[in-house]
């Protein structure tokens, strides 16, 4: 591994393999030939996708993050990923036209309406293991596999050299996850040291 120093500790960083699945190797891969990945990563993410779409019809709903993603879509389009823009437009376009003249209670039930049209075809689009997983999502992964994920990524702006960390999710008695994400496009299993 390599290796990157935060707050006076090692943070040894594995290789994971990059294949757009890389949020979910880190999280629950495991070493194979010297890199992190699942042994089944297009299953993985076809039944991480199971998992959203069960929870869209269970009593709790959606994973709050996963609705926060698709309200940020609906309030921002051009946000989306671009493999799934087109999509979010269309089924946003006449909605949002009401949206922005209803009031707040209404506008909640717009933004509902958008979710309930949206899912399919974001499902489809996070099914695509070209798609990679944003934090949110990689969230809601840990929670489905019951962890915790610590997230390092370089600084912004001034402070890129700076690494900076925070927790994406945090049950207590759940097992912690290290994550490098390179604040780019990829993420990778890591361990911090202490």
Not at 71 to 90: G, H, I
């Amino acid at each position: 591994p390599r290796s990157e120093i935060f707050e006076g500790n090692n943070l040894l960083i594995y290789s994971t393999k990059g294949d757009g699945t890389c949020g979910l190797h880190a999280l629950v891969g495991e070493q194979i030939n010297g890199v992190y990945q699942h042994p089944n990563g297009r299953q993985l993410r076809a039944d991480f996708c199971e998992y959203i779409r069960s929870k869209s019809t269970s009593p709790e709903g959606l994973p709050p993050a996963i609705s926060a993603l698709l309200d940020n879509y609906f309030l921002e389009f051009e946000r989306a990923p671009s493999s799934f823009k087109r999509e979010v437009r269309d089924i946003r376009t006449p909605v949002y036209a009401l949206y922005v003249k209803a009031s707040k209670v209404d506008q909640e039930e717009l933004k509902e309406r958008f979710r309930a049209g949206v899912l399919p075809q974001y499902l489809k689009m996070l099914a695509d293991p070209g798609e990679y997983l944003t934090q949110p999502e990689v969230a809601v992964a840990a929670e489905w596999r019951n962890l915790t994920v610590r997230l390092f990524q370089p600084g912004w702006g001034r402070d890129r050299q700076e690494l900076q960390t925070a927790f994406l999710n945090r049950k207590e008695g759940q097992p912690v996850v290290d994550i490098y994400y390179n604040g780019i496009n990829h993420y990778e299993r890591a361990l911090l040291v202490e």
